[in-house]
């Protein structure tokens, strides 16, 4: 089954003011989304209740979107990463949904963002080699007529989850 890809954020559900124990419960399970309910209760210092109310309110109103799992793309044999920023034909603007589309269906694409800019679209693809990369760029992209042009760079370091809250 092919990964959830997290959109854009929408409006939250309903305006949900955040207090200190919300963003200490949020930073706990960012840190580590299976923390228990009596682990999370515990460090927050309120009832296991309260902090499974808490949790289930965040939930409903859109502020916790979804709880997932961080896999090394090295233990999947793809040891090398890549930002690739891809330019689309003048032309081509009413495309950017489908474009969008297919690039959910492609292994490689770990994420990708749809920007504003010079650029269209930013993607994040996990490859074995940069033979592997360029591959991917020539079947999935440069081959495609709605490209005008892409950019590659290569990640020497991939740090996530720094959003403060």
Known sequence: MPPKRTRAPKKLQQEHELDHIDRRLLELLRNDARMTNQALSENLGVAPSTCLARVKALQQAGVIRRFTVE?????????????????????????????GETLKNVPEVTQYFFVGGMDDFLIHVTARDTDHIRQFVLEHLSADPVVATTHTSLVFEHVSGLASL
């Open 71 to 99: 896999v090394d793309p090295r233990a999947l044999g793809r040891g090398i990463e890549a930002l690739i920023s891809v330019r689309l034909r003048p032309g081509a603007r009413q495309q950017m949904a489908a474009f």
